[in-house]
């Protein structure tokens, strides 16, 4: 059973940093890669950034792109987003996903919040 399990959010200042990491079971991000997701209130599912299987390979959205980066750690089989320079528009929840067979699997998600 694929389970994927997020944890890092919380409320920054703009500015600041943060950084999300999301945990799998049942699968390996090395052999089928990750994506990190975000959804603000009101507002559509967001593609934020990937991890490509084996090569590790990243790609990102452009209103993220060099200010967050994502990385894949082997050994313990997780998928991390740091995000630097955060802005008020980056809130949202954000979500993990893997792809394996035609299938999607998500997290339950873990909130942004940025706000002075």
């Known amino acids: 059973q694929v389970q994927l399990v997020e944890s890092g959010g919380g409320l920054v200042q703009p500015g600041k940093s943060l950084r999300l990491s999301c945990v799998a079971s049942?699968?390996?991000?090395?052999?089928?890669?990750g994506k990190w997701y975000r959804q603000a209130p009101g507002g559509e599912r967001e593609w934020v950034a990937s991890?490509?299987?084996?090569?590790?390979?990243?790609d990102y959205g452009t209103a993220v792109k060099d200010r967050f980066t994502i990385s894949r750690d082997n050994v313990e089989n997780t998928i991390n987003l740091q995000m630097y320079s955060l802005r008020p528009d980056d809130s949202a929840v954000y979500y993990c996903n893997v792809r394996s067979s035609g299938r999607d699997y998500w997290g339950q998600g873990t909130q942004v919040t940025v706000s002075s």
């Open positions: 991890i490509f299987p084996t090569t590790g390979g990243t």
């Open positions: 049942g699968l390996s991000f090395w052999v089928y890669g």
